[in-house]
């Protein structure tokens, strides 16, 4: 299921983040990564114990955000994790251009998305994270 | 009184004493002056008449001198009543009179066709005193301007502004600071303009200086005075080339242009204020001067901005909208996949799928009912749980509204613990049935909401070998989602679940 059919980082057993408002999308999000091998961190529905677990200092490898978490955006917590040097990949049923600059060349994750495409995203931003050192 | 024809020539030998060693020809000066002049004694009869007037009134010198006005130009009309009540002011006043703006018909001679000929004059009377201070002569210097008149007919113009009309305009204003309380056609005309609800400006030559502004303009430059500036000094910081573009170019090729939504910026009333912009639909038409060059440019404006706004509103809306719609396929694809996962009767999961679909869009249409201010919690139980009948079920509670995401989130646990109630619970037997209760408390400074569902009666139940569908989706969306507490129970009497969740500040 993890496969590395489109070859590129492996992602078992890293830790993930995962922040998403919608319970059922939630749900079906931590399926995914769990399939993909991921320890998943939450799912998290709220800002409030997202920035707890930023707060914390908890390792993570990477993250799935949400953008748009209970009417707000998640971007405080995004720029916070892009300091600490984790890769991110943005899921939002909005246009890749509600991304501010700083964050086009994260990965994204347009709704609804498959595991396949999580998996795509998520391999993207651990490249570009390798990439930039 | 002195001969008439005496009096008539009089008057060159006499300025010609005052004038003194100039020796200007005040004679040869009146009759060079390009502007018509006539003079009149208290009889009103011609003494004099420069080339200028018996060139506009189509007589010769000859067929002036002697006649009365009156008869030579008869007029039983308005006109003629206004031009008799001038004269008779100055005669009585001693002071100067004017009309600004007099239709007055005068007879075609017969070599050019005969008839009357309408013409549209302005006059100053000026009054000539002997040596004991009495009005022994009137002075009217007159012009001819009915190409102006034709011309704001033509054009709908309240008035132009280009050189040598300008005195016209003063005498215009001269004549509406007099008691003249005749409406005039010039002033229904400006008024109008004045008046109009939209926006009307008159620009001048090449740089478009702003000669004309109607009350609707003025208000919207917040009251300034911008009668002489340029587009460009008015607006300076509207950097869009857009507006100074489209005069430009109407300027150039004598064409009309529109502009829809032009962005605008108002000049800073205060330098601590932001600039404030707004967005104008202009249309601008040219106006030619008599040789046909363009000489100014007619705008008219609709302030547009409100519906810009309410259009970027309207876009906010939509992205919203389509942010929803992209959700809610997210939590219909979630449904299915959780559903159909590893289910080995094809038949039984389409079943559950299709009741999870409507139990979400039920507690949509409860919500839209609403328009998405809340539901109320009793609703979204009677929803779920009428199909088994009421006699199998017992609410008990205040009347509580509760916010659009904890009505989707109970909706869908509500449908769960139904359906487990009628697959595995309570309601599978004849006797089980389903209490539900809840109630308001204020705690840690917040309004929270408390429930209980407690199944009675039913068969004896165990927890299910690993957290299903149901037990994930109670923990995920009410401890999750809306920051709240659960305690589910597998007790002998049957499943009972404690749900506190904490309700937004100020909700009510």
Known sequence: MSGAADGGPDLAGLDVLAVEDETLVAMLLEHMLTALGCNVVGPVLRLARAEEIVDSGQPLDAAVLDVNIGGERIFGVAERLLERGVPLVFATGYGADVLPEMYRACGILPKPYQQEDVERALKAALRARDRTG | ?508
């Open chain 2, 1 to 508: 009184m002195s001969d008439l024809r005496d009096a008539a020539l009089a008057p060159a030998a006499a300025w010609r004493d005052v004038a003194g060693p100039a020796h200007v020809d005040f004679r040869a000066v009146f009759d060079a002056i390009p502007s018509p002049y006539m003079v009149l004694d208290r009889e009103l009869r011609y003494v004099a008449a420069n080339p200028a007037y018996q060139g506009v009134t189509m007589r010769s010198l000859d067929e002036l001198l002697g006649g009365k006005i009156f008869d030579l130009f008869p007029n039983e009309g308005e006109s003629g009543w206004r031009l008799r009540q001038s004269f008779q002011r100055v005669l009585e006043t001693g002071a100067a009179d004017t009309i600004a703006y007099l239709p007055y018909a005068i007879p075609r001679p017969d070599e050019r066709g005969g008839g009357l000929e309408q013409r549209y004059w302005t006059a100053v009377h000026t009054p000539l005193l002997d040596e004991r201070g009495e009005v022994a002569f009137i002075v009217q210097n007159t012009v001819d301007v009915t190409e102006i008149a034709r011309l704001r007919r033509a054009t709908s113009l309240p008035f132009r502004m280009v050189h040598g009309e300008s005195d016209l305009l003063q005498r215009a204003r001269e004549a509406e600071r007099a008691k003249e309380q005749l409406l005039d056609e010039a002033d229904d005309f400006r008024r109008l303009f004045q008046q109009a609800p939209g926006m009307i400006a008159v620009l001048s030559g090449p740089e478009h200086v702003y000669t004309f502004v109607n009350d609707a303009c003025r208000r919207f430059v917040g009251g300034r005075d911008i009668i002489g500036l340029r587009v460009r000094e008015a607006f300076p910081e509207t950097d869009g080339q857009a507006l100074f573009d489209l005069l430009d170019q109407v300027y150039r090729t004598g064409s009309p242009r529109s502009g829809e939504a032009i962005r605008v910026v108002m000049p800073e009333q205060a330098p601590a204020e932001p600039l404030q912009e707004a967005f104008i639909d202009f249309s601008f038409a040219p106006i030619f001067g008599p040789d046909g060059e363009v000489t100014g440019i007619f705008a008219q404006g609709t302030d547009r901005t409100d519906g810009v706004r309410a259009q970027e509103r309207q876009q906010l809306l939509l992205d919203e909208l389509n942010h929803r719609v992209k959700n809610t396929l997210a939590t219909v694809q979630s449904i299915a996949t959780q559903t159909l996962r590893g289910q080995a009767d094809p038949e039984a999961a389409r079943a559950v799928f299709v009741a999870r679909i409507v139990a979400l869009s039920q507690a949509h249409n409860l919500l839209s009912r609403s328009n998405w201010a809340g539901a109320e919690l009793r609703d979204l139980l009677v929803q779920e749980l009428t199909p088994y009948g009421p006699e199998r079920f017992r609410l008990s509670g205040p009347v509580v509204r509760v916010p659009p995401r904890a009505a989707l989130a109970l909706g869908m646990v509500f449908h769960e613990l139904a359906t487990n109630a009628a697959k595995h619970g309570a309601l599978t037997s004849e006797r089980g049935r389903v209490e539900v209760g809840w109630g308001l408390r204020d705690a840690e400074g917040c309004r929270w909401l408390s429930l209980s569902w407690r199944e009675r009666d039913g068969p004896g139940v165990a927890p299910p070998g690993r957290p299903g569908f149901g037990t994930r989706l109670i923990r995920m969306s009410l401890e999750g989602e809306l920051g709240g507490s659960t305690d589910l129970r597998f007790e002998p009497e049957g499943l009972t679940l404690a749900v506190s969740i904490p309700l937004p500040p100020g909700w009510r």
